[in-house]
T-cell receptor, first 116, second 112 residues
């Protein structure tokens, strides 16, 4: 079974530029998550999709971050304009929608963003 | 607001030692608690998942315990190996939300 795919793996941009990340979840997984992991910290949930609808985006800085999941499969996360503090690893994860206490999330390798 | 704390932040041990990683959380209304492993440049891999009704889970040399009343979990690694070197993260799933709240992690180094 193929895992969660993310691209690019690394990105270096200057502040005020725009950047986009792509994620393809495990086939059949209805729920997709984007996390931000700043160096030395645990991942922080930015947005959660159930199929192509947003379940939780309470921690997404909506003035500069946007995300979409068209057709309920792959997803893109965009930052415009980027700030220095956006330097982090952006992780995508997916899970089946079963609402069961035994179900975990499956993570992609992440995109490492450096804003100069 | 749920907060998850892990201590120590870093740990260095010689190969063969048994070790314990600690995780504490502030709100006991959790769905489950998970321990993940993160290797440099890679994503997270789930190691153990303990449902809120369970007290512990075991997988090979790993044993995780959960005490909801005190808001604590421990990950016990027996007979550590250099291949165990990684960052270990605990995360609690909030009841009804399928949403994980992560701790800051413990960076483990096992020396040959």
């Amino acid at each position: 079974e193929a895992g969660v795919a993310q691209s690019p793996r690394y990105k270096i941009i200057e502040k005020r530029q725009s950047v986009a990340f792509w994620c393809n979840p495990i086939s059949g997984h209805a729920t997709l998550y984007w996390y931000q992991q700043i160096l030395g910290q645990g991942p922080k949930l930015l947005i959660q999709f159930q199929n192509n609808g947003v379940v939780d985006d309470s921690q997404l800085p909506k003035d500069r971050f946007s995300a979409e999941r068209l057709k309920g499969v792959d997803s893109t996360l965009k930052i415009q304009p980027a700030k220095l503090e956006d330097s982090a690893v952006y992780l995508c994860a997916s899970s089946p929608w079963q609402a069961a206490p035994t179900e975990t999330q499956y993570f992609g390798p992440g995109t490492r963003l450096l804003v100069l | 607001k749920q907060e998850v704390t892990q201590i120590p932040a870093a740990l260095s041990v010689p190969e063969g030692e048994n070790l314990v990683l600690n995780c504490s959380f502030t709100d006991s209304a959790i769905y489950n608690l998970q321990w993940f492993r993160q290797d440099p440049g890679k994503g997270l891999t789930s190691l153990l998942l303990i449902q809120s009704s369970q007290r512990e889970q075991t997988s090979g040399r790993l044993n995780a315990s959960l005490d909801k009343s005190s808001g604590r979990s421990t990950l016990y690694i027996a007979a550590s190996q250099p291949g165990d070197s990684a960052t270990y993260l605990c995360a609690v799933e909030l009841r009804g939300f399928q949403k994980l709240v992560f701790g800051t992690g413990t960076r483990l180094l096992v020396s040959p």
